[in-house]
Structure formats: C-alpha cells, structure tokens
C-alpha cells in the first residue's frame, strides 16, 4: 500500500524556517518524481516544487530561493526546506508522487507574529 507521511509543520513568526519531510512506503521511491502542493484556506491547491530522480528541482515563483527541496532515496524520504517563510506561505503542505494520484494527509505551516 502506497503512503506518504508528512511531518515538521507548525507556528512559525514571519523570516523563520521550518523542514517539512515526507516519508514515503509502499513504492519505488527513487524511480520516481516527487512534488509538494500547499493549500491555503479557501483557495485551490498551488504547486510547490518538483524534484526529480535524479535531485534536480524546480520551483513555483513564489517560492524560488527561499525553499529547496530534496531527497533521501536511502530512507525513502523526501524533504522542504523553507527559509524566509511569509504569511502567505500558510498554508496545508502535502507531498505527491508525479503521475499518480497519491498524496499524503499534510502538515499544517502557519506563519504569523
């Protein structure tokens, strides 16, 4: 059964950090691409980023050199890294996997002084 857990969200003030992960069973892993999509309240969910197989990532807009994502094959885990985080970063982040219709329960950011 495929799964994917996410964890490391909270309260943050505004220009904080946090490392969200993804634990991910059930599947390949490595074979495949990963995304994390976030859901503001009341809105559509917004693409985040994209990491390949091989570690390249790409980034929505609205994040490009404040957040890194990454991952760790060997411990079938995927990662975010927010830095610099702003109150428009609040959001329900969860992870995927590219061209499956899987996704976990996400981890709640809030980001608020």
């Known amino acids: 059964e495929v799964q994917l857990v996410e964890s490391g969200g909270g309260l943050v003030q505004p220009g904080g950090s946090l490392r969200l992960s993804c634990a991910a069973s059930?599947?390949?892993?490595?074979?495949?691409?990963m995304s994390w999509v976030r859901q503001a309240p009341g809105r559509g969910p917004e693409w985040v980023s994209t990491i390949n197989s091989s570690g390249s990532g790409t980034y929505a807009e609205s994040v490009r050199g404040r957040f890194t994502i990454s991952r760790d094959n060997a411990k079938n885990t995927l990662f975010l890294q927010m830095n610099n985080l702003k109150p428009e970063d609040t959001a329900l982040y969860y992870c995927?996997?590219?061209?499956?219709?899987?996704r976990g329960q996400g981890t709640q950011v809030t980001v608020s002084s």
């Open positions: 995927t996997i590219v061209g499956a219709n899987r």
């Open positions: 059930g599947f390949t892993f490595r074979s495949f691409s």
